[in-house]
């Protein structure tokens, strides 16, 4: 077992230019960062400009030149999708060779009618939309009939929506098991999500009871590979369900700033021989998703806030690596996820702050992870531990 440890911070939908294949996702011209950066009249983040993150791609209020204490790169997206689960996997050197389905006219009638049978509870929505807007469209009707509000979006997934005074969370979380256990291929979307809400018409709001349920990867992972060498691999917000729980536990949290806190706690009481993998939400899915540039930008600066409370906190047998999935620019039309390059900013006692060629992988970032951890794992990536070590 390895004395070190890894620090994997996804800052989710935070993307830093299109990919090279952008236009085939109808994505050409989204770039979160970028774009964010130019509406609002510049960015200050003065940690994450300290790391470099300016000099990857060109973001209005940070420095593009300059001494910087991070490794850094960008990466180009490998994995056919743009969605939480194929970046996640990437990450984790497992590369999804075929897009998960989509369903923009609904999902078919032979779905919801067995979804309904096996759950006792009919169906309405069926749409594909806004989970906010379709809460103040079907809401009402579903308090009254009991029916699941069942929806997806532009990505893999079979979201189910119920008021906690309707239905109880268990009986929620038994859905979406049952509609998993439903939707195998060809029908197997990404994620089946549990989407829990409160209030009353015109004050409905989502809860923080959200669950994802996630096909299992095809292959093994980062995770798998670590877990197996006896390295401990622990999770911050939705990771454990993104891999549908094989090889990582995680905590839950409610916001980032929970995520952040529970990061912080790890880095100063974990013992040596672990991978923290911690995903913070917020930016894709209550600024993104909503196009909300400012909430967007205030979530950047509380992360970029208590960044130097967690750097302080590492040890000299640590390697803690910043990035993202996917993008969500919130200044475009679209309010779905958007197919960009995402940022890569690596720091440690053993780290040299050098630029790196742009990757061609988000898989490189967790063979480098895995090299660190004294794995043999690389998955569909390849380190570039060499090229950043003192």
């Not at 236009?23 to 960015?43: H, I, K, M, Q, V």
């Not at 990867?217 to 980062?222: G, M, S, V, W, Y």
């Not at 891999?243 to 013992?271: K, P, Y």
């Not at 996917?326 to 960009?340: C, I």
Request: with cysteine; charged share 20%; proline share 4%.
């Amino acid at each position: 077992m390895t004395a070190r440890r890894a620090i994997l911070i996804v800052l989710d939908g935070v993307g830093c230019g299109g990919a090279r294949d952008a236009a085939e996702y109808g994505d050409l011209g989204s770039d979160t960062l970028g774009n964010l950066a130019s509406r609002l009249g510049g960015l200050s983040l003065p940690a994450l400009d300290s790391l470099g993150l300016g000099s990857i791609s060109r973001v209005r209020g940070l420095r593009a030149d300059g001494e910087f204490t991070a490794a850094r790169c960008a990466m180009q997206p490998a994995a056919k999708g743009k969605d939480s689960t194929t970046g996640h996997w990437e990450l984790c050197g497992v590369t999804v060779s075929r897009p998960f389905p989509t369903y923009p006219h609904g999902f078919p009638s032979a779905i919801l009618d067995d979804f309904s049978s096996r759950t006792g509870r009919s169906v309405i929505g069926n749409v594909a939309g806004s989970g906010t807007e379709l809460l103040d469209q079907y809401g009402s009707l579903h308090e009254q009939s009991g029916a699941w509000i069942v929806y997806t979006s532009a990505d893999s997934v079979f979201q189910v929506a119920a008021h906690e005074d309707v239905v109880p969370l268990d009986e929620l979380y038994g859905a979406c098991r049952v509609a998993r256990d439903i939707l195998v291929g060809p029908h197997d979307v990404s994620r089946v999500i549990a989407r829990p809400f409160v209030g009353r018409h015109g004050a409905y709001l989502r809860s923080e009871g959200r669950r994802d349920f996630s096909v299992e990867p095809p292959r093994e992972t980062l995770l798998d590979a670590l877990v197996t060498q006896g390295v401990r691999c622990e999770g911050v917000g939705k990771v454990d369900d993104l891999f549908a729980h094989r090889s990582i536990t995680s905590v839950h949290t409610a916001n980032n700033a929970e995520g952040i806190a529970c990061v912080e706690d790890w880095l100063r009481t974990s013992q040596s021989g672990a991978l923290l993998f911690a995903n913070l939400v917020d930016f894709d899915q209550l600024y993104g998703h909503r196009n909300d540039a400012t909430g967007f930008y205030r979530a950047l600066s509380e992360f970029d806030d208590a960044l130097p409370r967690l750097l302080a906190h590492l040890r000299g047998d640590d390697l803690l690596a910043i990035t993202a999935d996917h993008g969500n620019d919130p200044t475009t039309l679209s309010t779905d996820h958007a197919r960009e390059r995402v940022p890569a900013l690596i720091v440690g006692a053993a780290v040299r702050p050098v630029m790196l060629p742009e990757r061609s992988t988000f898989a490189d970032l967790g063979a480098t992870v895995a090299e660190w951890l004294g794995s043999d794992f690389r998955g569909d990536g390849a380190s570039f531990l060499g090229a950043i070590s003192r």
